[in-house]
T-cell receptor
Framework: NAGVTQTPKFRVLKTGQSMTLLCAQD?????MYWYRQDPGMGLRLIHY???????AKGEVPDGYNVSRLKKQNFLLGLESAAPSQTSVYFC????????????FGEGSRLTVL | GQNIDQPTEMTATEGAIVQINCTYQ??????LFWYQQHAGEAPTFLSY??LDGLEEKGRFSSFLSRSKGYSYLLLKELQMKDSASYLC??????????WGAGTKLIIKP
């Protein structure tokens, strides 16, 4: 009963370093999302994908890149980490029912020093 | 612009009833979700409303008025484990989710 799995759960980076967060879902969902959550600001959409091979920008895409080479995986990359990217990152997925609920991963806590 | 408003924080007593309000102004409307999020955890689904009226699910109920751009989540017989943040989210014309900042609910004995 895996659902949505994110790795790593925790990471500390130095300014300028790069890294990739991996999201994997086993529910055959078409739609996948990357959010960041900061205190008092709710969930903000970084990038999303409506199917394998497609990606689109969300509300706060700058400094991030994504790829959806396989339907079950959605990768979030930080090209050159900045302290402003310190946050909790959540991946989510949902099926083709456009009003279907989102299933979330457990979150990845990233600290950039 | 698109906007969802919820109170930042609410306090209630164990065993009591609390109502968390959500008002929205969005480009189109295709439904409204309520999610619960415990500190340090991922959000989990509570309810979905697309038609006006009340949806009841155990101790939790959710109400929607599309004409007023308004929803509320009603929690009855409050338990300590209900201490969490409650997130309101609206599906807009493009079937994208617009999230409120969440309401932190504190339950006192």
């Amino acid at each position: 009963n895996a659902g949505v799995t994110q790795t790593p759960k925790f990471r500390v980076l130095k300014t300028g370093q790069s890294m990739t967060l991996l999201c994997a879902q086993d529910m055959n969902h078409e739609y996948m999302y990357w959010y960041r959550q900061d205190p008092g600001m709710g969930l903000r959409l970084i990038h999303y994908s409506v199917g394998e091979g497609t990606t689109a920008k969300g509300e706060v895409p700058d400094g991030y890149n994504v790829s959806r080479l396989k339907k079950q995986n959605f990768l979030l990359g930080l090209e050159s980490a900045a302290p402003s990217q310190t946050s909790v990152y959540f991946c989510a997925s949902r099926g083709t029912d456009s009003t279907g609920e989102l299933f979330f991963g457990e979150g990845s806590r990233l600290t950039v020093l | 612009g698109q906007n969802i408003d919820q109170p930042t924080e609410m306090t209630a007593t164990e065993g009591a009833i609390v109502q968390i309000n959500c008002t929205y102004q969005t480009s189109g409307f295709n439904g409204l979700f309520w999610y619960q999020q415990h500190a340090g955890e991922a959000p989990t689904f509570l309810s979905y409303n697309v038609l006006d009226g009340l949806e009841e699910k155990g101790r939790f109920s959710s109400f929607l008025s599309r004409s007023k751009g308004y929803s509320y989540l009603l929690l009855k017989e409050l338990q300590m484990k209900d201490s969490a943040s409650y997130l309101c989210a609206v599906i807009d014309w493009d079937y994208q989710l617009i999230w409120g900042a969440g309401t932190k609910l504190i339950i006192k004995p």
